[in-house]
Nanobody, 116 residues
């Protein structure tokens, strides 16, 4: 599975951005797709995820502001509203597949910078 993330950029606090992640390759084996982020000096953290069945989950810090969605099994979006300076990070797309065992795949990361 290959993942291509896009949509990062710079925005002022209170603004919005939408990230996209397009999957290719063995997409039939994808169980879930997630967005993680890593801020400078911090560990990578799960931001939001969505299963192949459409069930979503969010980190407490983004609930009510971010929405994860998918328009097909290949593309996942992260709509980010009411952005805060603490949302500044590199955002990574992740896919979890199952074909006898679980595997993780990662995109290249896209930078989101929120200025206050």
């Amino acid at each position: 599975v290959q993942l291509q993330a896009s949509g990062g950029g710079s925005v002022q606090a209170g603004g919005s951005l939408r990230l996209s992640c397009a999957a290719s390759g063995s997409i039939f084996s994808i169980n879930a797709m997630n967005w993680y982020r890593q801020a400078p000096g911090k560990e990578r953290e799960l931001v939001a995820g969505i299963t192949s069945g459409g069930r979503s989950n969010y980190a407490d810090s983004v609930k009510g502001r971010f929405t994860i969605s998918r328009d097909n099994v290949k593309t996942v979006y992260l709509q980010m509203n009411s952005l805060k300076s603490e949302d500044t990070a590199i955002y990574y797309c992740n896919a979890v597949t199952f074909s006898g065992r679980y595997n993780d795949y990662w995109g290249q990361g896209t930078l989101v910078t929120v200025s206050s």
